[in-house]
């Protein structure tokens, strides 16, 4: 069976528009959901950009789960504003409901967009 792409918003974006990080603490603000398919059914390649509105550096963190108790986490600096976005998560494949989120060590100044292609076809 051929694949198909289908290029998609992030779920929590509104209309594609940037997601404000507001939380400072687990479980985050919630970036993506993923298809419910399962590999190698189906599944949603992530990817994700980052911009501060602050004049300092700050630090956050993405998380990616299936449950609170499976998180795994990349942790990375945001340069200050005015240093241009900053590439975060580069096509990674995620699907059964996992959710990608992310906090920040300071609310309400980074924000957060990208774009998804939903894969579906993958198996022989």
Not at 53 to 60: D, E, P, Q, Y
Not at 81 to 108: K, M
Request: proline share 5%.
């Amino acid at each position: 069976m051929p694949q198909t792409f289908t290029a998609m918003t992030l779920s929590a974006a509104t209309n594609g528009a940037p997601i404000k990080i507001t939380a400072t603490a687990t479980p985050g603000t919630t970036i993506h959901t993923a298809t419910t398919s399962d590999m190698p059914e189906g599944c949603d390649e992530v990817w994700l950009w980052v911009g501060s509105t602050s004049a300092a550096v700050i630090n956050a963190t993405l998380h990616i789960s299936s449950g609170a108790l499976d998180a795994q986490s990349i942790n990375f600096n945001v340069p200050a504003a005015y240093n241009g976005p900053i590439s975060v998560l580069q096509g990674h494949r995620v699907c059964d409901g996992v959710v990608v989120t992310a906090t920040a060590s300071v609310a309400e100044r980074i924000n957060v967009w990208g774009n998804v292609n939903r894969i579906s076809g993958q198996g022989t």
